[in-house]
């Protein structure tokens, strides 16, 4: 017990440490106030996601009455769509929600950082029911992967991107992207499919590694990135309470 409590306060440090340091990026006070606002929204996200995941939950019940859903099937519903969609769904109107609240002219730079931020308060939140039922080596893992923050950063790239481009396609794929990544890796893991052998669990070890290369990449570009214009201009199209 007391080896999953340390790895769990261990599991929280490159989180914190990734929200700390993206919230001095701007070297703007008022931005840093924006961040923490977004940290606390994803922490707070895990509620409404409950809600939606249960009301999805009903659906696939619905689905497994009519048709048999059962099985590998009904393992895909429930991972790729009540868990991984409802979490990514609450993540991005969370997003929105915070965007909505503030009056600023947005930059592609504040999309990352923000929906980046929001994905990490999500996962530190997530991280706590997570704990009870894994052991010391997968919370390590899944602390190091900082998995919901890789996904809100590809969430936040894209999704900048198609406010900067007004290509809302950049936006379809800004949410599509980081869903399937996480349905998948939920599902490679999920009881039913490993019955077919271990073997299956490569897919969550690759995706997992991916969401490790996606971090780093985020740390990369922001390095590269946090001074250029294309990032940094505010996005005439996107102002609180015009969206």
Request: net charge negative; proline share 3%; with cysteine.
């Amino acid at each position: 017990m007391l080896l999953l409590v340390g790895a769990f306060l261990v599991s929280l440090i490159p989180s914190i440490g990734l929200f700390l340091w993206l919230r001095k990026i701007e070297g703007d006070e008022e931005f840093e106030g924006l961040c923490n606002k977004a940290m606390q929204t994803g922490l707070i996200s895990v509620f409404p996601v409950v809600a939606v995941s249960l009301s999805l939950n009903l659906v696939q019940l619905g689905l497994s009455l009519v048709f048999g859903l059962s099985g590998v099937p009904k393992a895909a519903f429930y991972t790729i769509i009540v868990m991984a969609f409802s979490e990514e769904l609450v993540k991005f109107l969370c997003f929105r929600w915070l965007l909505g609240k503030h009056r600023r002219a947005w930059s592609w730079m504040d999309y990352i950082i923000l929906m980046t931020i929001v994905g990490l308060g999500f996962g530190l939140a997530e991280d706590i029911p997570y704990a009870i039922g894994t052991n010391a080596i997968q919370m390590l893992v899944r602390g190091v992967t900082v998995m919901h923050g890789g996904f809100g950063f590809i969430m936040g790239y894209f999704m900048g991107k198609g406010e900067r481009t007004g290509n809302n396609v950049w936006s379809v794929i800004g949410f599509v992207m980081p869903w399937l990544m996480h349905g998948l890796y939920d599902f490679g893991l999920s009881e039913e499919v490993l019955v077919f052998g271990e073997g299956i669990m490569y897919l969550s070890l690759s995706l997992a590694a991916a969401a490790l290369v996606t971090v780093i990449v985020l740390i990369v570009f922001m390095l590269r990135h946090k001074d250029d214009p294309t990032y940094r201009e505010p996005m005439h199209r996107e102002i609180a309470g015009q969206n």
